[in-house]
């Protein structure tokens, strides 16, 4: 059974913040801060994020839930192991396992963003009772079956600039990638803290990320019969320049019959800090509907195929 063990810190707003450890089954010391009280939300980040990421969230939806975020394993002040073999999909979606455990929630809402939406989708099929909903954003990258091979030469040549380069150069040039822009123009003050948080990472547990969780990973496609069996509440976020997850994002829509697709115009990547109000309304309707009893599956006569 993970264990939890919690200290109160300062934020960097100077507000007094819950913040401790998790451990895993395998021994891993995973790092969360929680705020605010009620029915939790769990919020899973990206590979270029921290829980700091979900700053906007935390400050937005703590007046109203429970609200944990937690640095995935390889991101300090979590543990980094330095197994390879600790890395993986499947110990991604685990460790919100564990976050639960340890901090003793029978169940959540899961909100995921990237490599953090991959993990939810996977814990919502591991864990169907345990997820009260699911927010998927972002999720694509590399599932698209004619580019896989394309995603996994350059998760490997990003996970070599971060052994070869130092955190700093590598940091930019990850958050300058093409879905990464988008930030930059609206937010430039907003985009520069996003970066300078990167460049805190580890580089060693970044690499391990990219080549244990990223690039191993089974294609969204290869899981069809299970999002066609899915029950749990999704929604589905994307910008609609984040073009590796705009048709990935429509396939989960398409064939998860409990899901509703929410397209964000003119964003890329990073929707949460991109456009925050935006998608903390979305994300609320979707909650309150959820608990209200009102969020069903697709209705099927809408599925018959006609087009009047």
């Not at 980040?45 to 935390?58: I, K, T, V, W």
């Not at 999720?139 to 079956?145: D, E, H, R, S, T």
């Not at 496609?221 to 999704?234: C, F, I, K, N, S």
């Not at 964000?264 to 979707?286: Q, S, Y």
Request: glycine share 8%.
């Amino acid at each position: 059974m993970p264990q939890n063990t919690s200290t109160d810190r300062a934020t960097s707003a100077g507000q007094a913040a819950t913040a401790g450890f998790v451990t895993t089954d395998d021994g891993v010391k995973l790092y969360y801060e929680e705020a605010g009280t009620g029915f939790p939300i769990v919020f899973v980040h990206e590979f270029a994020g921290d829980c700091r990421s979900y700053d906007p969230q935390l400050r937005h939806f703590a007046r109203r839930y429970r609200c944990v975020a937690f640095n995935a394993r390889g991101y300090p002040p979590s543990d980094v192991p330095g197994d390879p073999a600790s890395y993986s999909q499947a110990r991604a979606c685990d460790d919100i396992a564990a976050v639960l455990d340890g901090l003793g929630l029978a169940s959540a809402h899961i909100v995921g963003l990237s490599m953090g939406a991959f993990a939810a989708l996977h814990f919502a099929i591991a864990w169907p009772v345990r997820a009260r909903s699911i927010v998927v954003a972002g999720c694509g990258y590399g599932a698209a079956p004619e580019r896989r091979a394309q995603f996994a030469e350059e998760a490997e040549a990003a996970a070599r600039r971060f052994e070869m380069l130092t955190i700093e150069e590598s940091a930019r040039a990850y958050a300058l990638g093409p879905t990464r822009v988008q930030l930059q123009n609206k937010d430039p003050r907003g985009w520069e803290a996003f970066r300078a948080a990167l460049a805190t990472h580890s580089a060693a547990g970044s690499a391990l990320t990219l080549r244990g969780v990223q690039r191993r990973r089974s294609s969204l496609y290869d899981l069809g019969d299970a999002l066609r069996a899915m029950t749990v509440p999704a929604l589905i976020m994307c910008g609609d320049e984040d073009d590796p997850c705009v048709e990935a994002s429509i396939f989960l829509k398409r064939t998860i019959a409990s899901s509703a697709l929410a397209m964000i115009p003119r964003t890329g990547h990073t929707i949460n800090l991109e456009e925050p109000a935006r998608f903390n309304a979305l994300v609320a309707d979707f909650l309150h509907q959820v608990e209200a009893g009102r969020w069903s599956a697709r209705d099927p006569r809408s599925l018959s195929g006609a087009i009047l």
